[in-house]
T-cell receptor, first 114, second 121 residues
Framework: DAKTTQPNSMESNEEEPVHLPCNHS???????IHWYRQLPSQGPEYVIH???SNVNNRMASLAIAEDRKSSTLILHRATLRDAAVYYC???????????????FGKGTLLTVNP | DAGVIQSPRHEVTEMGQEVTLRCKPI?????LFWYRQTMMRGLELLIY????????DSGMPEDRFSAKMPNASFSTLKIQPSEPRDSAVYFC???????????????????FGNGTRLTVT
């Protein structure tokens, strides 16, 4: 998987929007951008993914730069339950066989202040 | 759907003992993954299976580690003999990639269990 770069940590206030950045300058044309998060004492959970267009779901929004070299995960109103480590991961569209891996980096630790 | 179920939740054992971690994937999922998480190394993929067959075990640290998947609903990760440096949280995850691909969906998220915290003294 191509490399991604995220800030080690970010802080937010409750009920405010949070923008979590991810740089992926070596992304290939067929790489999907996936986001997972890991709440304390739990396994990672899928958040959202996208290829070129911005994406929305019940958990978050994903904004993808026009050149696809960066993306931003947006939590519209942070809650205390959103405090977690957020991972940005690239995954090839046709990954299969021995390429079907999800490689986690260190992610961004999000702290939400009440 | 109960999700991915791992047992035990916590395991404390002495160096040299055999440890067996268990995982029940989500029904119908055709991929199963074992990950290990430590503060120093983060989340590492150890091995994964497709339709009960091991596909890539390049992340297994050494011969003391072995994993099996005797059927679609059960997998084990065994460490024999265990060492203090094996202390970590071990996660199991499953995915329905093959079905997703048939549906022309390129999203087949991994569903993780809550992990087994292993402490080897």
């Amino acid at each position: 998987d191509a490399k991604t770069t995220q800030p080690n940590s970010m802080e937010s206030n409750e009920e405010e929007p949070v923008h979590l950045p991810c740089n992926h300058s070596t992304i290939s044309g067929t790489d999907y951008i996936h986001w997972y998060r890991q709440l304390p004492s739990q396994g990672p959970e899928y958040v959202i993914h996208g290829l070129t267009s911005n994406v929305n779901n019940r958990m978050a929004s994903l904004a993808i730069a026009e050149d696809r070299k960066s993306s931003t995960l947006i939590l519209h109103r942070a809650t205390l339950r959103d405090a977690a480590v957020y991972y940005c991961i690239l995954r090839a569209r046709n990954s299969g066989g021995s390429n079907y891996k999800l490689t986690f980096g260190k992610g961004t630790l999000l702290t939400v202040n009440p | 759907d109960a999700g991915v179920i791992q047992s035990p939740r916590h395991e404390v054992t002495e160096m040299g003992q055999e440890v067996t971690l268990r995982c029940k994937p989500i029904s119908g999922h055709d991929y199963l993954f074992w990950y290990r998480q430590t503060m120093m190394r983060g989340l590492e993929l150890l091995i994964y299976f497709n339709n009960n067959v091991p596909i890539d075990d390049s992340g297994m640290p050494e011969d003391r580690f072995s994993a099996k998947m005797p059927n679609a609903s059960f997998s084990t990760l065994k460490i024999q003999p265990s060492e203090p440096r094996d202390s970590a949280v071990y996660f199991c995850a499953s995915s329905d990639r093959d079905r997703a691909k048939k549906l022309s969906s390129y999203n087949s998220p991994l569903h993780f269990g809550n992990g087994t915290r292993l402490t080897v003294t």
